[in-house]
T-cell receptor, first 115, second 119 residues
Framework: NAGVMQNPRHLVRRRGQEARLRCSPM?????VYWYRQLPEEGLKFMVY????????ESGMPKERFSAEFPKEGPSILRIQQVVRGDSAAYFC?????????????FGPGTRLTVL | AQTVTQSQPEMSVQEAETVTLSCTYD???????LFWYKQPPSRQMILVIR??????QNATENRFSVNFQKAAKSFSLKISDSQLGDTAMYFC????????????????FGQGTTLQVKP
């Protein structure tokens, strides 16, 4: 039973390029959360998606960032025109809500470096 | 808005000894969940322990236990018989109950405490 998969594990982009981060949830999970971890900081919530719907994007920067979770395929976090400040580790977590504590299972993260 | 504060950026402990990591939080909610996550050098986030606010009994998982003080909004993690494999960054996190109206189950994390277990 595979866990949450994220790829790539490491991504290097130059300023102005686009970054696409992928997250495949655990089998049977239909809910995905994205978090960002800046160097030496804790994880910060970005967006919460269910299949084909964005439920909560209160943590997403207003510009350049977007997320989707299509009916088929992985969830994608897309960052357009990356800047140095986007350098961080991006984690996704999947869940299958059935309890009030909504246990989330984390992927290994994607480390984005912007040159 | 909820906040989570970990005031100890770094801590160290000798192997086999006990260490306590501190966490305080701020919320106006009466019912919520608190978590401790471990992030080893591999960066994989691992759930260590969970506490439900409406339960007075402190949660325990093997060598890991918490001291939950609801009135003081304090949630510390005690690691007994520390092992080298406990070396990691530890995050305290808060969540409002998922099924409650308007709650989306997002986790709010503290800044983390880096724990070094020394041989």
């Amino acid at each position: 039973n595979a866990g949450v998969m994220q790829n790539p594990r490491h991504l290097v982009r130059r300023r102005g390029q686009e970054a696409r981060l992928r997250c495949s949830p655990m089998k049977g999970h239909s809910h995905v959360y994205w978090y960002r971890q800046l160097p030496e900081e804790g994880l910060k919530f970005m967006v919460y998606l269910q299949k084909e719907n964005i439920i909560d994007e209160s943590g997403m920067p207003k510009e350049r960032f977007s997320a989707e979770f299509p009916k088929e395929g992985p969830s994608i976090l897309r960052i357009q025109q990356v800047v140095r400040g986007d350098s961080a580790a991006y984690f996704c977590a999947s869940s299958l809500p059935g309890t009030p504590y909504n246990e989330q299972f984390f992927g290994p993260g994607t480390r984005l470096t912007v040159l | 808005a909820q906040t989570v504060t970990q005031s100890q950026p770094e801590m160290s402990v000798q192997e086999a000894e006990t260490v306590t990591l501190s966490c305080t939080y701020d919320t106006s909610e009466n019912n919520y969940y608190l978590f401790w996550y471990k992030q080893p050098p591999s960066r994989q986030m691992i759930l260590v322990i969970r506490q439900e606010a409406y339960k007075q009994q402190n949660a325990t998982e093997n060598r890991f236990s918490v001291n939950f003080q609801k009135a003081a909004k304090s949630f510390s993690l005690k690691i007994s018989d520390s092992q080298l494999g406990d070396t990691a960054m530890y995050f305290c996190a808060f969540m409002k109950p998922y099924f409650a109206s308007g709650n989306t189950g997002k986790l709010i994390f503290g800044q983390g405490t880096t724990l070094q277990v020394k041989p």
